[in-house]
């Protein structure tokens, strides 16, 4: 398997000497994101999201399966991540690497134990049908911070899939084409989104600097990522409900600087979100095309 | 030299744009494809460029990965050092160049620079076949001088297209290339040492991390954009004004 290209010396040096400059290599400030853009398919459910040079595309199907036995009145979520050769030469197919596991782990923890989507709406007959969604998460590109990019495609997603109206008859269930019913929208509880945080420490700055020895990027990118010594990944709500608090080994980070990182990654997601409910509305817009989406309507109007 | 005509593959080429000579047989370089008895057709769209005094002609397109050519000026990072041999990565996930550890100016089995992993180094190659790993060197073999060859100390190293590369390698970029951002910074009173290398490599270096970042800046901004001339030297001035 080839190894990942690191950066040379040189790079490494530079990196160093302009993160003591309080200058990023491409001129962002340190809490900043980079240029994001979401965009939705023709299809419900499918969303591309380019965060600089990352890019994800997210699609979500669902299908119609037996429940586990468990759990008779829960429906199916899974969420299936991809990085195939494509994403960087160094990704060997059927292989899973070590970025692969992480982010399918993160994305799960994130969004689907944190229950972001109800899943007992999901059950239509108890203990013998239920709806089975599957989001997979295709890396197309990467250029860093896979994390951040994934989660907001697949809750991009999720927000943008209709799933096919059904109706239910003591044990008979009538699944209705597009033609037949609009399609209705999931429920969801809540829209959690994940902020990396990158620390650098001595061994990347070097010893001897009177001021605090360190440094917490936002959004990494490829390279920022291959040298830095820590990183925590934190996933909170547009309500500032932390979800989850991702800190895998690396540089010890103390308390107070988590705690800045928890309330930095609030602000971040709500901006984010807002940024997400901004895409979705001009895609509605869009697809409104006659004006008659709110009289197709079939699902209910619930409070979130 | 080149001449701006642009072509798509499988055309068919003008035989008069086509340059002949009396002694020297048509070379046919990247992008040109013969098909027997006397057809030629581009196997890329790209503009079609023609030397009369060599009698080529080949076809200018940006893309594709780096091949080595023998006599390209690269830059190289080192990777690992054997016995007598360094090797070094000209681009990412291909076969290691081999560099001599001696192929440096003036240097014995005493005074040869110590390059570990990581190091950047300004090299010729001197070897470049289809089935072999090309070789390198830092020190012109006829005299015995660097030439500017060696290894690459601070400074920063960006990524470009491989076409922008040969644009900034030509021996008149501004008349021949269209490319005069760094004419422009240059004109603005910044100070800089820089090293192109042909497989999209740029080093640069400068007294403040700012400069080089801006400098860099400049380059990869010209390469993915496209800049024009008037574009570029707008680029330029706002960057040397914000320094």
């Not at chain 1, 061994?203 to 440094?215: I, N, P, Q, S, T």
């Not at chain 1, 807002?274 to 309507?297: H, N, Q, S, V, W």
């Not at chain 2, 090293?195 to 800046?217: F, H, P, Q």
């Amino acid at each position: 398997m080839p190894r990942e290209v690191e950066p040379s010396l040189n790079e490494k040096q530079f990196f160093a000497k302009a993160l003591q400059e309080n200058i990023r290599l491409d001129g962002r400030a340190f809490d900043q994101f980079r240029a994001l853009e979401l965009d939705f398919g023709d299809e419900y459910g499918v969303a591309d999201v380019r965060l600089g040079k990352t890019r994800v595309h997210t699609h979500i199907t669902a299908e119609v399966t037996t429940p586990f036995p468990d759990r008779p009145f829960d429906g199916v979520f899974t969420i299936a991540t991809e990085l195939s050769p494509m994403t960087s030469p160094s990704i060997e197919l059927n292989r899973p690497s070590e970025t692969e596991t992480l982010l399918s782990r993160l994305l799960e923890k994130t969004i689907r134990r944190s229950g972001a989507l109800d899943t007992e709406s999901l059950c239509l007959i108890a203990g013998s049908k239920c709806w089975s969604i599957r989001a997979d998460v295709h890396v197309l590109s990467h250029d860093g911070n896979l994390v951040d990019a994934s989660c907001i495609a697949v809750i991009a997603a999720l927000q943008h899939f209709r799933k096919p109206d059904t109706s239910t008859e003591g044990e008979q269930v009538t699944v209705y084409t597009v033609r037949e019913r609009e399609p209705v929208p999931l429920s969801l509880l809540h829209f959690p989104l994940c902020v990396t945080f990158s620390f650098y420490g001595e061994g990347v700055l070097g010893k001897g600097g009177e001021e605090e020895g360190e440094v917490v990027l936002i959004d990494a990118n490829l390279m920022e990522e291959q040298l830095r010594e820590g990183s925590v990944t934190v996933g909170v709500n547009r309500h500032g409900e932390v979800c989850q608090i991702a800190k895998l080994g690396g540089l010890p980070v103390d308390a107070v600087a988590l705690l800045h990182c928890i309330s930095v990654a609030g602000v971040k997601v709500k901006e984010l979100s807002k940024f997400i409910t901004g895409c979705l509305e001009a895609d509605a817009k869009k697809r409104d095309k006659g004006g008659m989406m709110a009289e197709l309507r079939a699902d209910n109007d619930r409070v979130s | 030299m080149a001449t701006e005509t642009f072509v798509l593959p499988g055309e068919t080429l003008d035989p008069t744009a086509l340059p002949s000579h009396p002694k020297l047989p048509l070379k046919l370089g990247p992008g040109l494809r013969h098909i027997p008895p006397n057809t030629i057709t581009p196997t890329v769209a790209g503009q079609l460029c023609t030397d009369k005094r060599k009698n080529a002609v080949w076809v200018e397109f940006n893309g594709s990965r780096y091949i080595p050519t023998a006599g390209d000026l690269v830059i190289a990072t080192i990777q690992k050092s054997s016995v007598d041999l360094y090797h070094a990565s000209l681009s990412d996930y291909t076969p290691n160049a081999s560099l001599p550890q001696l192929s440096f100016e003036g240097a014995t089995k005493k005074t040869r620079p110590q390059l570990t992993s990581g190091n950047l180094v300004y090299g010729r190659v001197t070897l470049a076949n289809k089935h072999m790993d090309p070789e390198l060197e830092c020190v012109s073999s006829s005299t015995g001088k660097s030439e500017g060859l060696g290894p690459l100390t601070g400074g920063m190293l960006f990524t470009i297209s491989l076409g922008m590369a040969r644009r900034m390698m030509l021996p008149k970029p501004v008349e021949q290339g269209n490319l005069v951002v760094l004419d422009e910074l240059g004109a603005q009173g910044v100070a800089f040492e820089i090293a192109v290398g042909r497989n999209g490599r740029v080093w640069v270096d400068s007294k403040t991390v700012k400069t080089t970042l801006a400098i860099g800046k400049a380059i990869v901004d010209t390469d993915e954009k496209g800049l024009g001339v008037e574009d570029q030297k707008k680029l330029a001035r706002k960057l040397a004004r914000d320094l």
